[in-house]
């Protein structure tokens, strides 16, 4: 951001700050990308816009934009066609730029063993198949997903019971 100093028109001697924005043409701004199948908003900062991307979360997102070497401070709206591919490029082959296997959502593949970022329309079948999987060979986090129960061992007494019987009721006296 650039900043502009002016002297107020009083006598007072007090310096006022005011900041000016950087205006662009019409043309070179995009109000709303398309990028993997996701509207992105291109007012959002890069690294907030490309949060829009299911599978991409804030910390993979910033580390996307500095490796492809983009300004943080830069709004999505006003990256090139060359910078999207390249951020494009890095989500989709994440390891052949050097991220490190534990900073990818997808760990040891069931099926391949493979380290990989899913992202979009492949996360919700990777999980819909990780859940079919595990109701098949019933295990135990499987039997509590088919039972629309909690399965990572929260306690059921009194919670989560969505329309389910609510509360203890007393006999009315006469």
């Known amino acids: 951001d650039v900043y502009k100093r002016q002297v107020s028109t009083q006598s007072t001697g007090v310096i006022l700050l005011t900041r ?8 070179e701004f995009t109000h709303i990308l398309r990028v993997l199948n996701t509207n992105i908003d291109g007012k959002k900062k890069v690294a907030y816009a490309l949060t829009a991307i299911k599978g991409v979360g ?41 991220i490190p296997n534990w900073f990818l959502n997808r760990q040891k593949d069931y099926k ?28 135990h986090r499987g039997l509590r997903h088919h039972w629309n129960l909690r399965v990572r061992g929260q306690h059921t007494k009194t919670t989560g019971r969505r329309g389910k019987t609510v509360g203890y009721q007393r006999d009315k006296k006469k």
């Open 20 to 27: 000016m924005a950087l205006v662009k043409e019409a043309n």
């Open 58 to 98: 804030r910390r993979f997102a910033h580390l996307i934009v500095r490796k492809a070497d983009v300004d943080i401070n830069k709004r999505a709206g006003e990256l090139s066609n060359a910078e999207i591919e390249k951020l494009v490029n890095i989500i989709q082959n994440p390891r052949q730029w050097k």
């Open 112 to 139: 391949e063993g493979t380290y990989s970022q899913i992202i979009a329309n492949q996360l919700d079948m990777k999980l819909r198949d990780d859940l079919v999987r595990l109701k098949k060979i019933k295990a």
